[in-house]
């Protein structure tokens, strides 16, 4: 199978489980909403959640947590679609950083954090 069409497939394995099911609770807690809402925390081209700027005690754990259970859930993924966990997290991250809104930070293909506008994401040519 080529690299596109793996990556095609993980990508709509990634949307059929609704991305980040697990972590998504966990993005529900009002210091997650605080913290991506003020700039404090955006999505990592890698798939995980990133810390913009200088980090708290409360922000590094609310992080790290996060970034624990969404690795549970890219194993396990990655595993029934026959892909390495690295392919899955880096195609949820493609998919994340299309899914920020306007005022969010993401990781840019260069490394940079940007505030996403009005238009598309930075993404890197790799995406799906």
Known sequence: MTRTRTMLKLAAAA???GLLAAPAQAQRDPAYQAAREAGQVGEKMDGYLGIVGSATPALRAMVDDINIRRRAVYAEQAQANNATLEEYAFTAGCLAISRTSPGEM????DGSWQ???SAPPRRDPRCP
């Open 106 to 109: 993401y990781q840019a293909p």
């Open 115 to 117: 505030e996403r506008t």
């Open 15 to 17: 949307m059929a489980v």
